[in-house]
């Protein structure tokens, strides 16, 4: 306990640049009080404990405005980066040296049993106000930008933004195309010119039908 202890007051020191020293952080630092609350209650959960364990947690809710289901389980070094609003699901997983910022969901769909919650795996920074709802994995060194809203699985070393998200770096490659402002198709222009072809077609149908018409006429005068 007192090693992971160590590793969590490590992790903040390391990635918040506000972090003066190891007594600060443990005494007024929210998002590691609510890892420090969050160890026994997860204990206690898997021993069958489950009135003391979400007892606690939900203690830990009020005094942090971290909620942290029981059950989810939480690496070594994670760091929750203000705390306010985060929320960790039942079956959620985050792995080591996670990164959350405030406002963040690792949640579920509703639609899922049993697994129901993402995986994190190592070194994942979720962004403030981003959701991650599912049960699917993201991958090592990943992150989740500020607002998005993640539905499917991503994959290692990768960079997702958007509602919903998508991947745009994929170890540090853009993986979308840059807009092109100036070779950019003119939609009105294509309109005009399906319409254009279409009316040729046409004009050279009646021209047939015309001439059809005129034989049929001297056929009949004769």
């Not at 995986?119 to 599912?134: F, P």
């Not at 994959?155 to 997702?160: G, M, R, W």
Request: hydrophobic residues 40%.
């Amino acid at each position: 306990m007192l090693d992971r202890l160590r590793a969590d007051i490590r992790a903040v020191k390391e990635r918040d640049p506000a972090a003066r020293n190891s007594l600060e952080i443990l005494l007024l630092y929210s998002g590691l009080h609510a890892i420090m609350l969050h160890r026994p209650a997860y204990w206690l959960y898997h021993h069958k404990h489950f009135f003391l364990a979400r007892f606690l947690s939900q203690y830990a809710k009020f005094r942090t405005g971290v909620e942290i289901h029981p059950g989810a389980k939480i690496g070594t070094g994670v760091f929750i980066d203000h705390g306010c609003g985060i929320v960790i699901g039942e079956t959620a997983e985050v792995g080591d040296g996670c990164t959350l910022y405030q406002g963040v969901t690792l949640g579920g769909t509703g639609k899922d049993t049993g697994k129901r919650h993402p995986t994190l795996g190592r070194n994942v920074t979720v962004g403030s106000g981003a959701k991650v709802l599912g049960p699917f994995r993201i991958g090592d060194n990943s992150k989740i930008a500020a607002g998005a809203v993640v539905l499917k699985e991503i994959p290692p070393n990768a960079t997702a933004v958007g509602v919903p998200a998508r991947v745009v770096r994929l170890g540090g490659v853009r993986v979308t195309q840059d807009l092109d402002q100036i070779h950019m198709p003119d939609p009105v222009g294509m309109e005009f010119t399906a319409l254009q072809k279409q009316l040729e077609a046409l004009t050279e149908r009646v021209g047939r039908l015309e001439e059809e018409n005129r034989r049929l006429k001297g056929m009949k005068n004769e």
